[in-house]
């Protein structure tokens, strides 16, 4: 199953990935963003997904300015932003 890892603390609060894929991203309270279903631990979410989920999502990771959004497949190859 995919995977979806968010490096929070360097979250800029641009907005990119919400609107890229809004159903999965939301600008919380401190400006910046939170995976909306996602595991937050030591400030980097995690979430698993299904394939149909990648398309918006590896938008978002390529929009990333700061490069904080890796998706990686099912053998932990990274297919969002490197
Ligand atoms: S695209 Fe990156 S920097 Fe912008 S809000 Fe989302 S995680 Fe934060």
Known sequence: ?????????NCIGCDSCVLYAPRYWQIEEDGKSTLTRGVYKDGVGQ????????PGNIEASMACP????????????????T
Do not use: F
């Open 66 to 81: 700061v490069g904080i959004i890796r998706i990686q497949d099912d053998s932990g190859k990274n297919i969002g932003r």
């Open 47 to 54: 979430l698993d997904i299904d394939d149909v989920e990648l």
């Open 1 to 9: 199953m995919p995977k979806i890892i968010h490096y929070r603390e």
